[in-house]
């Protein structure tokens, strides 16, 4: 029973403080909104106490003047109801510059504390300049009325010391609970732009990853279409090899097409930032179509290709950036080994994870230079025939490998080969 009459409260409240918030308002537009629809609910009860207080002590024109605050504070929730804010507002800094000031001159009853929060009020919710300067001139003037021209009770008896001390004192807790409002509503939103400034630059960073990954895939066919393009060109061939050779430039072309359908398909599912989507794929399959990317670059530097991963050893993990892993691996594997090298691909089971190994017999590497791997220092540099690279591509394969929770471990001796070793979680 408590709980459901605490829910319908809260409701309640939640109403009476939303009047006419629209949800395609801003953020800081909406809450200066509540905050003028819960002032003007708190002040219609202050206000229609007054007005029975002071009607009973037979102060009838004080007692008037309150029942106009009660009005005016209905007319600014109506119009807040019908979304006519400006009016809604300027309906308020307006009438009750008035009140206050007629009831502070002739009442004697603190009304220049009410004045204050209505200037602080003003200076923050009104955004037009000249009208929040206009107002906030007139609110000053007023009052320094009330405090250094106080006038004769002409239109009734002064309200009492203690029904003046009250009044100080919620002018003060109005004063000390707008500034505070506002303070908040300026450290949220704050917070809001620092969140929506790191989502804009996760996505900036994400949105150069995947270039990087278009330029850095796309490259290696073309590099090889330039060559076969270049030994046309010289007329370097035999009839028998301009055969072979066209047939090789069909097989690279229709190869580019599929990389780039599967780059393009990859960029439209990462629009919003790249996403990691887990599923089960078999290994083999993928080793092998990537081989078949590099088929030109395996004849012309006459590599050996040994592939011992068993048919059925499947990952679960993203196909996409695991494909992009596996063929900068691959790439970098052809381009630093020597003519008539071996490449290897095998992989093992250990527990919960796959271990993949591409092993290459070609130029190695040193301490400090596998120490600069995987981070922005890494240097670009020509492969065995001079191949060229730009050197992101373990940089992505590190990134790669962390979104799919796998490691990735490295040993080269220099002249003597590389082994990269990447671990994917396996099918469970």
């Not at 024109?61 to 804010?85: E, G, H, P, Q, W």
């Amino acid at each position: 029973m408590a709980n459901t009459l605490s829910v319908y409260v809260k409701n309640i409240l939640y109403r009476l403080s939303n009047v006419g918030v629209d949800p395609e308002m801003s953020y800081v537009e909406s809450q200066y909104t509540k905050l003028i629809n819960i002032l003007n609910w708190i002040g219609m009860c202050c206000m229609l106490s007054y007005a029975i207080v002071n009607f009973g002590n037979e102060r009838y024109f004080l007692s008037f003047l309150n029942l106009l605050n009660v009005c005016d504070a209905t007319t600014v929730l109506i119009l807040n109801k019908y979304r006519k804010y400006l009016s809604a507002r300027l309906v308020m800094v307006i009438s009750r510059l008035i009140i206050y000031t007629v009831a502070g001159l002739y009442f004697h009853n603190g009304g220049e504390y009410f004045l204050v929060a209505l200037l602080i009020t003003t200076s923050l919710m009104i955004d037009n300049k000249w009208i929040r300067f206009s107002l906030c001139f007139l609110i000053f003037i007023a009052c320094g009325a009330v405090i250094l021209f106080p006038q004769p009770p002409l239109l009734g008896s002064p309200v009492p010391p203690e029904q003046a001390y009250t009044n100080m004192i919620v002018g003060i807790l109005l004063i000390v609970g707008v500034v505070s409002f506002f303070k908040s509503i300026q450290g949220t939103y704050q917070q809001e732009i620092e969140k929506q400034r790191q989502a804009l630059f996760s996505l900036n960073k994400d949105k150069e990853k995947m270039f990087s990954i278009l330029a850095h895939d796309i490259r290696s066919p073309m590099v090889t279409l330039e060559n076969l393009l270049q030994m046309f060109h010289e007329d370097l061939l035999t009839h028998n090899e301009r055969i072979e050779t066209i047939g090789l430039l069909k097989d690279q072309v229709s190869q580019l097409g599929s990389v780039m359908d599967n780059l393009l398909r990859w960029s439209v599912r990462g629009m919003q930032g790249i996403q990691t989507i887990k599923v089960t794929f078999l290994l083999r399959p993928l080793v092998l179509e990537l081989f078949h990317f590099f088929d030109f670059l395996v004849r012309q530097k006459q590599l050996t290709v040994d592939i011992n991963i068993p048919e059925s050893m499947s990952l679960f993990a993203d196909y996409d950036q695991t494909a992009v892993i596996l063929r900068n691996l691959l790439s970098n594997a052809i381009k630093f080994s020597e003519v008539c090298g071996r490449v290897k691909v095998f992989a093992d089971v250990k527990g919960n994870m796959i271990d993949i190994f591409i092993k290459d017999e070609g130029m190695g590497m040193d301490d400090r230079r596998i120490n600069m791997l995987f981070t922005s220092s890494q240097l670009s540099t020509k492969g065995t025939i001079g191949e060229r690279g730009f050197g992101l591509g373990l940089i992505l394969c590190a990134e790669f490998i962390r979104l799919n929770e796998g490691t990735i471990r490295v040993e080269s001796k220099l002249n003597k080969g590389s082994v990269f070793a990447v671990s994917l979680p396996k099918n469970s």
